[in-house]
């Protein structure tokens, strides 16, 4: 399929779905109004956000006790940290296996693919200053490398919703690149691979936009062009366009020295404790650690709130919000919708479900969720130190089963 027509059906699948989600989501959006102003610069001071009265934090309990405390006992979960933000008003609820450390809402824990939505942030804040173009092919943004006929032909957009047919990571990686990261996989290897692979086919056999195809490959070069195009470094662009505008302020890919104190001990599928994630060359989609606190930050901007933690959203990263969470085709055989790396759960209407729109984090110690209801106002974090451990549908039922008016 040719760009153009990667165009339509691209059109074409929004039109479908967001006939469906129009009547939930874009009143929510119009009622929140346009963003406040922002101030000049990328870093604002940061005040604490309002907490949930004890009252509702008390109402939320059983809910949250029911499913997320259930699951640690059943799971042996050495910590938990479950954050809700309701109308901008939070509330934590911190667990532990037996004779454990329940987690707070400063503990750090590594978020994984969560960083993913981080990426297509910035892809979208790109798109809008003309600095990248959703359809242009891979070939005219490398130049500089010779593209395999099928990987050439691949846009951004499809390396953002995961239809560029990339495999989850290259096939040609060290088999104990878990314990060394980037400085054994350099970035160089990366995109040595990235034009060395085939994709599905050559010339005019190359099927685009391809299947859905989860892909860490597809966001890591993602964010490789993201910087390249906006002129700095990945990292620098999260920090300057969302975290530093945001205050969120334990959010980063490698911990400083005075916060190391608040960094989880990370645990595999077994329950022992591993080494922390290293960097690979893929970061932009996974590398980030973060806390309950900052990822609710997160999850308000997402909700469309001007305001978060005292500071105002830049317009621009709202803008963002709304054009990567917009979803772009419903993948084959599934219940959800794709948007730019968002997962949008698009539930059954006919039970008065609302669109959930979630993005899960796995690493090799922990496992996380972030899910926002915008029908409720609503945003969920869940930060656990086992790997594997089946938190991320915990994350989606509770922005289902919360209920507002039980928090008035």
């Given amino acids: ?29 119009l009622a929140a109004g346009p963003p406040a102003a922002a101030q ?50 939070r509330s934590y609820f911190g667990y532990a296996a037996t004779g454990g ?51 050439g032909r691949i846009t951004p957009l499809q390396l953002a919703d995961f239809q560029s047919g990339m495999p989850e990571l290259p096939p040609d990686v060290p088999r104990d690149l878990a314990q060394r990261g980037i400085d054994t996989y350099t970035a160089r290897d990366f995109l040595d691979w990235v034009a060395r692979w085939p994709g599905g086919g050559d010339g005019d056999d190359c099927a685009l936009p391809a299947p859905y195809r989860y892909s860490n490959a597809s966001i890591g070069l993602l964010g490789i062009l993201v910087a390249e195009r906006l002129g700095a470094p990945w990292a620098d662009l999260v920090h300057s366009r969302i975290t530093a505008p945001l205050g969120m302020g334990s959010t980063a890919i490698r911990v400083p020295e005075e916060q190391r104190d608040r960094l989880a001990q990370g645990h595999g599928p077994g329950g022992r404790p591993v080494m922390p994630w290293p960097v690979f060359a893929w970061y932009a989609a996974g590398a980030l ?23 105002p959203v830049p317009p621009a990263l709202t803008q963002a919000f709304r054009d990567a969470m917009a979803p772009i085709y419903r993948p084959e055989g599934q219940s959800f919708a794709q948007a730019m790396a968002w997962q949008v759960e698009t539930g059954d209407p006919e039970a008065g479900q609302h669109p959930v729109f979630m993005k899960a984090g796995g690493t090799d110690g922990f496992n996380s969720v972030i ?16 790997a594997q451990s089946g938190i991320p549908r915990l994350g989606v039922m509770l922005a289902r089963q919360i209920r507002g008016e039980a928090l008035r």
């Fill in 371 to 386: 899910a926002v209801n915008p029908s409720k106002d609503l945003a969920i974090f869940i930060g656990a130190s086992r």
């Fill in 289 to 311: 650690r973060s806390t309950a606190a900052d990822m609710l930050a997160f999850g308000e901007a997402a909700l469309g709130h001007p305001t978060v933690n005292g500071a």
């Fill in 40 to 89: 000049d610069g990328g870093t604002w001071r940061s005040t604490p956000a309002a907490a949930m009265s004890d009252r509702d934090a008390d109402a939320l309990r059983p809910v949250v006790d029911r499913l997320v405390g259930q699951a640690v006992t059943a799971e042996a979960i050495p910590g938990v940290i479950v954050g809700v933000s309701w109308q901008g008003r």
């Fill in 1 to 29: 399929m040719i760009p153009d027509r990667h165009e339509e059906a691209t059109r074409m699948a929004r039109s479908r779905i967001g006939r469906y989600l129009r009547h939930w989501l874009m009143p929510l959006v």
């Fill in 101 to 151: 450390q329940p987690f707070g809402s400063d503990t750090i824990v590594e978020v994984g693919s969560i960083t993913k939505v981080f990426t297509t942030a910035l892809f979208a804040q790109a798109l809008r200053e003309g600095r990248m173009q959703a359809e242009a092919p891979l070939r005219s943004l490398m130049p500089e490398r010779r593209l395999s006929a099928c990987t």
